[in-house]
Every structure is written in C-alpha cells, then in structure tokens.
C-alpha cells in the first residue's frame, strides 16, 4: 500500500484480507485450546480453594508460547516499520527535489512546500 498505492486495490482483494483475519483467530484459538488441554480435560484439577482458575503449564511449552505469540509478532511489526519508514523516506526525498526544480521554473509559497 505504500510502495504501490494505485496498484494496492487490485492485488489486495477484501475477501482476501477476510479469510486471512480469520486464519490468524482460529490459529489464535487452537494454539490456547493446546496449551489447555489439560486443564479442559480435567477441569478443577489444580483448584486448591473454590473458585480459583489455575492451569498448569510447563517451561518449554511457556517459553513457546512467548516466542510465538510476542517475539514473533513483534519482530514482523518492527521489521514491517522499518520497511515503511524507508519508502516514506525515499518518498519524501523524491519531492524535496521536485520541489526544488520547481521553486526555479517558478516561485512556490512557503507552505506549499
């Protein structure tokens, strides 16, 4: 959308972008339905007093579950903002020096600029 913005609309299609929100909440679901579990076939299993919620779950599975729901994403973000801060950027340079042939042809106000 930004490199492209009059081609976005014929690659991006809504119904593409539908099915690709939904892919990422029923990803969503499985990977917490997995991590549990356990609790769900057991449930109460590790309530010491009524009413406490507790659910086991053990280091590897914690540590995947970090990686996967906050390092990774949070990595793509940062990398996808890199990205657009350079194309905006490069953009923004390309008019500083459009604008500069033209204040020579002719005279531009200040906040035209």
């Given amino acids: 959308a930004i490199c492209y ?3 976005y609309f014929t690659k991006v299609k809504p ?13 969503a679901a499985l990977f917490t339905g997995l991590l549990l579990k356990n609790n769900l076939q057991h449930p109460g299993r590790y309530n010491s007093c009524i009413g ?13 579950d970090l ?10 973000i940062v990398l996808l903002h890199m990205r ?14 459009h604008i500069a042939v033209m204040t020579m042809k ?8």
Avoid: G
């Fill in 5 to 7: 913005p009059l081609h």
């Fill in 15 to 27: 119904k593409i972008v539908q099915v690709c929100v939904c892919l990422c909440w029923m990803f």
């Fill in 52 to 64: 406490e919620c507790v659910y086991d779950i053990n280091y590897i599975v914690n540590l995947f």
């Fill in 67 to 76: 990686i996967v729901t906050f390092i990774f994403p949070i990595t793509v």
């Fill in 84 to 97: 657009m801060f350079e194309v905006v950027v490069y953009q923004a340079r390309a008019m500083r020096s």
């Fill in 106 to 113: 002719v005279t531009v106000k200040k906040s035209e600029m």
